[in-house]
């Protein structure tokens, strides 16, 4: 079992910067592929960006590449997600996700465990 708690989101204004944090309970949080997501008022949850178990690899969903920068520190069983030039599209419920897949993944299926979410707005 892994529990995840996310924190980090508010309300902040196009252009700014946010950082978001997951921390992960249990001794096993190196043996996860870690990977946030995030869902907007009226659309699907969608895949943002993975990162494999040792942080070596990563995959970003396109729209945020060069903007988002995503990083774990497996000593203190967290993953960050630094969000820079917010826009107003990035307006969504931040979801922290833990799989066992050894493979990056942007399936949501493909974690087993999930945060409660933290919410970012965005205002233009």
């Known amino acids: 079992q892994v529990q995840l708690v996310e924190s980090g989101g508010g309300l902040v204004q196009a252009g700014d910067s946010l950082r978001l944090s997951c921390v992960a309970s249990?001794?096993?949080?190196?043996?996860?592929?870690m990977g946030w997501f995030r869902q907007a008022p009226g659309k699907e949850r969608e895949f943002v960006v993975g990162i494999s178990r040792t942080g070596g690899r990563t995959s970003y969903e396109d729209s945020v590449k060069g903007r988002f920068t995503i990083s774990r520190d497996n000593a203190k069983n967290t993953v960050i997600l630094q969000i820079n030039s917010l826009k107003p599209e990035d307006t969504a419920v931040y979801y922290c996700a833990a799989g066992q897949k050894l493979a990056i993944t942007s399936y949501d299926y493909d974690y087993e465990y999930w945060g409660q979410g933290t919410q970012v707005t965005v205002s233009s």
């Open positions: 249990g001794r096993t949080f190196s043996r996860y592929l």
